[in-house]
Nanobody, 128 residues
Framework: QVQLVDSGGGLVQAGGSLRLSCVPV????????RGWFRQAPGKEREFVAA????????YYADSVKGRFTISRDNAKNTVYLQMNSLKPEDTAVYYC?????????????????????WGQGTQVTVSS
């Protein structure tokens, strides 16, 4: 069974940084795109960032542009989310997900149904 393990969350002060990682267990994807979503308490899950298989295309929610960077190391089958200048409103559970598409059309990268496997989530808490 394919599992995605996302990790790297924690408690950080506003202005600080964290790096999340996402790696599959039990499977090596050969051409997937991958994304990060987050869900804050009492809110719906929302798109954060996505990256194509080749890393040529990256996508970001407006709220994180300029602060977050998504990257991947296909040799390690791992995707990262570097989060800088964190704000209290970034507090949420962050989920990694993988899509069988190598890349996305239009704004499909932000649609949850485009992803077929999800991580268990990692908590990010930003204190003011």
């Amino acid at each position: 069974q394919v599992q995605l393990v996302d990790s790297g969350g924690g408690l950080v002060q506003a202005g600080g940084s964290l790096r999340l990682s996402c790696v599959p267990v039990g499977h090596t994807f050969s051409s997937d795109a991958r994304g990060w979503f987050r869900q804050a308490p009492g809110k719906e899950r929302e798109f954060v960032a996505a990256i194509s298989w080749s890393s040529r295309d990256t996508y970001y929610a407006d709220s994180v542009k300029g602060r977050f960077t998504i990257s991947r190391d296909n040799a390690k089958n791992t995707v990262y989310l570097q989060m800088n200048s964190l704000k209290p409103e970034d507090t949420a559970v962050y989920y990694c997900a993988t899509s069988p598409r190598g890349s996305f059309a239009g704004t499909d990268y932000a649609l949850e149904y485009e992803y077929d496997y999800w991580g268990q989530g990692t908590q990010v808490t930003v204190s003011s």
